[in-house]
């Protein structure tokens, strides 16, 4: 039973297997979001490879993507969702709806006006970057800038819904967007002859469905809202509170996607193909890091929110070090499997006769020095939360400042020597940086005690961290011997064979030392794990 607006909040102490009881219905849906986002990409190497084509339909969903995450994702949900979980709690059903109505009266009324300057200026955003096929950039890029407004009122609808536990909608969402994505390519393509303009009718159409999915089950809810006057929505005493909390995170989340647009502008100067290469590599990291950590954080800041607003500091520390622990479980095996196997993967997923040996040999290169930074950036997106939900929105913006800083001295340092990998390792090297600026601001709150929640998880990382160095061990041995034996078959058996092979020796070895050292994160979901399926039989 879904939460409505009349419940209290869960002041229950959350362990390891809540956590993923709420967590496990949106990671499935994010898991084939990703999965579906990854043959999103595999489509476009099918049909674009790393040519200055597949650079342009980059860089141009790239632009409408950095204001996306600008204001919807990064803005929206941090300063929405606290603002409105507190509207709840008071019970007034008729000042939430003041509220919402004028948060959306407002939000559309900037939205469009980004839009129609994003479409006005997308030959200057485009000669920024520097691209070879300019022209068809600057096409690409008008026709994909709406993408911006349905997916900010889709985040704004998800920020509603995740204020009431709900999180199935919002995660069914992407899974149109990059099954309409992937249809489009295929059936467009043969009709209008330009895979890349297919694609991009593709993204317009499912961010319509990502907003409009969403839609029912906020009316569902209770929730209503209409179209005010830009007036009467500025002065909204909520509306205004989410501009108050939004300003300081928008200069920092400006701050991060400046870091992607300056990063792409010097991979576009860097040759033919390396942004590409950079985004394919990209996918797969956010492949793994899209299923957990944006799955558990997007859980936490609402559960976080309550228990700052009533105090319950000692409940707020106990879940965020698990969470903290949670992230390493998942991240660092997976993070020193896919470096032991990243060409394997990589050559299984893209090549073809369009991504060639040039391809991945780019690819890879550039996953190889994006992939130890994923456990940082997972444990950014579980840290933030533990600022937004005490409505503290600045020391994540500082952080944000100093990280862009860092990451823009060092991609321009390295990648002329270096190209793709230059800036692939300035992006990790700056997650680190980020995730240490962020454990220091978030000690200086007395009612977080530091020591408790990160020095028993720093021993809980190092110890996940010893046991996948043992678990890839066999995976190094054993790799040359499988790929020796599966050569000259067909490309799902030459590479696919080894991999899943690879996959069954290093998660079945790390299972079993788990349950060697009885780790309780483990202990715990297989725990749930049986009771639902005593429960199912």
Same mark, same amino acid.
Request: proline letters at 4%; aromatic letters at 12%; glycine letters at 6%.
């Given at each position: ?9 869960e ?6 297997a ?13 898991l084939?979001s ?9 489509t ?7 040519s200055?084509?597949?650079?342009a ?9 950095l204001?996306?995450?600008?204001f919807?994702?990064?803005s929206i949900?941090?300063a929405f969702?606290?603002?409105?979980k ?6 007034d ?21 980004m839009v129609v ?6 030959p ?6 520097? +691209?070879?096929?300019f ?7 008008? +026709? ?13 609808f998800?920020g ?10 919002s ?17 467009l393509?043969p009709?209008?002859g330009c ?9 317009i159409?499912?961010g319509?469905?990502t ?13 209503t809202?209409f +179209?005010?006057?830009?007036?009467r929505?500025?002065?909204?005493p909520g509306?205004?509170?989410?501009l ?23 991979a576009?100067?860097a040759?033919?193909g ?12 956010e ?24 105090s ?7 879940r965020l070090?698990t969470?903290?622990n ?33 391809s ?5 290169v ?8 994923l456990?940082?950036?997972a444990?950014?997106r579980?840290?933030?939360p ?21 990451n ?8 002329g ?6 800036i ?10 980020n995730?240490i600026l ?5 000690g200086r709150n ?18 996940i ?6 678990a ?19 490309k799902?058996?030459s ?24 780790d ?10 049986n009771?639902?399926?005593?429960h199912?039989?």
């Open positions: 039973m879904e939460k409505t607006n009349c419940d209290q909040p002041n229950k102490p959350q362990t390891t809540s956590l993923f009881r709420h967590g496990s219905t949106l990671s499935l849906l994010t084939v990703r999965v579906l986002g990854l043959l999103r990409e595999m476009k190497a099918r049909f674009l490879g790393t200055a084509m597949s650079d339909f980059s860089v141009a969903f790239l632009l409408p993507n204001f996306r995450r600008l919807a994702e990064g949900a941090v969702i606290p603002t409105f507190e509207h709840t709690l008071e019970n059903r008729e000042k939430t709806k003041e509220f919402l109505s004028c948060t959306f009266t407002f939000l559309s009324f900037f939205v469009t006006l300057a994003g479409i006005i200026a997308a200057l955003l485009v000669r920024i970057i520097g +691209v070879e096929e022209d068809e950039t600057v096409f690409l890029t008008r +026709v994909m800038f709406p993408f911006l407004a349905f997916i900010s009122l889709a985040a704004l998800q509603v819904l995740n204020s009431f536990h709900v999180f199935t909608p995660g069914v969402g992407p899974i149109l967007l990059n099954i309409i994505t992937i249809l489009c390519a295929y059936v393509t009709l209008i895979p890349a303009r297919a694609m991009a009718t593709g993204v159409i499912g319509f469905m907003m409009m999915i969403q839609l029912p089950f906020v009316l569902k809810h209770g929730q809202f +179209v005010t006057g830009l007036k929505a500025f002065k909204n509306t205004r509170k989410v108050r909390l939004i300003s300081p995170t928008i200069i920092g989340m400006a701050a991060y996607q400046l870091n992607d647009l300056v990063s792409t502008a010097l576009g100067r040759g033919e390396i942004v590409s290469s950079l985004q394919y590599s990209l996918r797969l990291q492949l793994f890091l899209g299923v957990f950590a944006v799955s558990i954080g997007t859980v936490l800041l609402p559960n976080l929110t309550e228990y700052a607003k009533t319950q500091w000692e409940i707020y520390n106990r070090g969470s903290m949670i992230i390493a479980l998942i991240t660092i095996p997976i993070t020193f499997f896919s470096l032991a196997q990243g060409q394997n993967l990589i050559r299984l997923l893209f090549q073809n006769n369009i991504f060639d040996e040039t991945v040999s780019l690819t890879y550039a996953f190889i020095f994006h992939m130890p930074g456990f940082f950036i444990l950014n579980i840290l933030a533990a600022f937004y939900a005490q409505s503290d929105t600045k020391s994540p913006t500082i952080a944000g400042l100093i990280s862009f800083a860092v823009i001295v060092l991609a321009a340092f390295l990648v020597p270096f190209r793709g990998a230059g692939a390792f300035a992006l990790s090297f700056t997650s680190i940086i995730t962020l454990l220091v601001f978030l007395k009612n977080i005690k530091l020591g408790v929640v990160v020095g028993p998880s720093l021993l809980y990382i190092l110890k961290f010893v046991l996948s160095a043992i890839v061990v066999p995976v190094y041995l054993l790799s040359p011997w499988f790929k020796y034996i599966f050569a000259d078959n067909i799902i058996i590479y696919g064979a080894p991999l899943l092979i690879n996959m069954f020796i290093f998660f079945t070895l790390g299972i079993f030392m788990l349950a060697v050292v009885k309780r994160h483990f202990i715990a979901i297989k725990k749930m794990f009771k639902r399926l005593k199912d039989v």
